[in-house]
């Protein structure tokens, strides 16, 4: 008998689970969905992609032309060899001032010096391209200075045009004789501060010491006084070592900014260590600027300055009172641009001026002898040292010069051209060539000086200069932007000079010799060793 069929008695199953079901409209959309998506940033990416391509493709282009451009414009004139690609940065970055008298031995005018392989300097040292290019009214070169001015602002060392024709009208008075003279009891005090710290350190015999720290914080303390009217004491307490130590770091780093190529774009030098360490060393510098002239208004304020009849005392005075007439003819800005140039060019260059002749007179003691026996018959025992006084030392003088042209304190200046500059014999440079007076250079010429590297002092006796080339020495350059604080510099040295011989006889370290450190500044790397002997008084 079959089973029956009825519902009631059909065999039930379990219900099949569900599974999900893709039909082929839907895996079309996601497939759809991802083209798209790909195609909505695939597209924007390779349009900037090729966008930054074809901008390197132009800069390249343009670098190309620049270095086609530099290598027919410098064609005329021979120089060293350059590498391909670090040009001459290496002879730059090594201090090597034998190697420069020897290119100058070489090529006896100038020469193109290759920074990288898109950036050159064409250094001169004939006086009678000096007298050509110093008599004109090219800016400086901002290439060069615009490493320091996140540093110094911008003032009358780094300024052009009117503005900076302004402030040189302003600040000039400030280096007037009248103001220079009450300068020397100032210097005198300052420099016998040093003195008696020698002193205390010296032992029964010979005391053999680094004179240049000594001397620097001498320099600060001498500016500090002079052209800020500021009793600091940084010579016997520890308030500046800061800033001291700031300067010469930043020196460096500058140097580094600008003679390594790599560093010529600010992205690069910003993020690497030293452009870390430049900012923060940048602060120490406006800090301490800050405070010196909050500090010098504040007595103003308080009526600690002479009566209001009187003329300005000093440097910061004019200043302020220029400001005071006329805010905005000179910002804080301007103040404090030129309170930082003077403040570090003031006492970094005659710190190093100093520290280098005492290191000539050292190597050379008869001339060291001539000079002391000089500087006793006019100033006796130094008590009694005066601006007239000062002006009779003629050979101690003509040894100041002779230090000064064999190390200048600036090696170099420099120069941006505004229009083509055709030199004597004939040749010419373009506009936008950046020139450089290798004063250094000039100095140490074999074809403007006898035995160049021979300290002669009499060199400078008054019929050799009247026979030598008035552009043979600039050791504060000349024309419109020769240096505003020459008198001031030369007085400091002679007052230096004249008490540190009066106390004591030196002598060269010869297991210790000095080396050069050519930044903005030409001082001594590791400083300068000296035997010290304490001479009897008088």
């Not at 060392?157 to 007037?176: E, I, K, M, V």
């Not at 903005?520 to 300068?528: D, E, M, Q, T």
Request: net charge neutral; glycine share 4%; aromatic share 10%.
């Amino acid at each position: 008998m079959l089973a029956s069929s009825s519902p009631e008695k059909a065999t039930r199953f379990p219900p099949r689970p569900h599974l999900p079901t893709h039909c082929p409209r839907d895996s079309g959309s996601g497939a759809m969905e991802a083209s798209w998506l790909e195609t909505r940033w695939a597209r924007p990416l390779h349009l900037a992609l090729v966008f930054c391509l074809a901008l390197a493709l132009v800069q390249a282009f343009k670098l190309y032309l620049r270095r086609r451009r530099l290598l027919r414009d410098l064609s005329p004139f021979p120089g060293p060899p350059a590498h391909w690609l670090l040009g001459h940065q290496k002879f730059l970055q090594e201090d090597n001032m034998e190697k420069l008298d020897e290119i100058v031995r070489t090529y006896p005018c100038a020469f193109p010096c290759w920074v990288g392989p898109f950036q050159a300097f064409f250094y001169i040292y004939d006086p009678d391209y000096a007298k050509i290019f110093l008599s004109r009214t090219d800016p400086k070169t901002q290439y060069v200075h615009q490493f320091m001015t996140p540093c110094i602002g911008r003032g009358l060392l780094n300024l052009d045009g009117p503005r900076w024709f302004q402030h040189r009208c302003l600040l000039t008075p400030a280096f007037h004789q009248d103001m220079l003279k009450p300068c020397v009891d100032m210097m005198a005090h300052s420099v016998n501060t040093m003195l008696d710290k020698w002193e205390k350190m010296w032992t029964a015999q010979e005391t053999t010491m680094e004179v240049f720290e000594h001397i620097n914080l001498m320099a600060l303390d001498i500016i500090m006084k002079c052209a800020f009217g500021q009793e600091t004491d940084c010579q016997i307490n520890s308030a500046y070592e800061p800033y001291v130590k700031a300067t010469f770091e930043l020196g460096e780093i500058v140097s580094s900014h600008l003679y390594n190529f790599w560093h010529h774009h600010d992205i690069i030098f910003k993020f690497s260590s030293k452009g870390h360490s430049f900012q923060e060393l940048g602060k120490v510098i406006h800090q301490c600027t800050e405070k010196i002239i909050q500090d010098r208004r504040k007595l103003l304020k308080d009526g600690v300055k002479q009566d209001d009849s009187q003329k300005p005392q000093n440097f910061l005075d004019i200043v302020l009172s220029a400001q005071a007439e006329d805010e905005r003819a000179f910002s804080d800005t301007d103040l404090r641009s030129e309170v930082n140039t003077f403040m570090w060019a003031g006492h970094d260059a005659s710190a190093a001026s100093i520290s280098w002749l005492l290191y000539c007179l050292a190597l050379n003691p008869e001339h060291q002898d001539r000079c002391r026996t000089e500087i006793r018959s006019i100033l006796g025992d130094g008590s009694s040292i005066t601006w007239d006084r000062l002006d009779e030392m003629s050979y101690t003088t003509m040894c100041i010069k002779e230090t000064l042209r064999l190390i200048p304190p600036t090696p170099s200046i420099s120069r941006e051209l505004n229009k083509p500059l055709t030199l004597p014999d004939g040749r010419s440079l373009p506009a936008g060539m950046t020139v450089v007076l290798s004063i250094w250079g000039l100095h140490h010429n074999p074809a403007v000086w006898k035995d160049p590297k021979v300290f002669d002092p009499l060199r400078f006796t008054k019929e050799n200069s009247d026979q030598r080339h008035p552009c043979a020495f600039l050791p504060f350059s000349s024309g419109p932007r020769n240096c505003i604080g020459q008198q001031f510099a030369m007085l400091e040295l002679k007052v230096s000079i004249a008490l540190i011989l009066l106390r004591f006889q030196v002598a060269p370290d010869l297991t210790r010799p000095p080396v050069f450190s050519s930044h903005s500044v030409l001082r001594p790397k590791h400083g300068i060793y000296l035997h010290l002997k304490k001479l009897p008084e008088c």
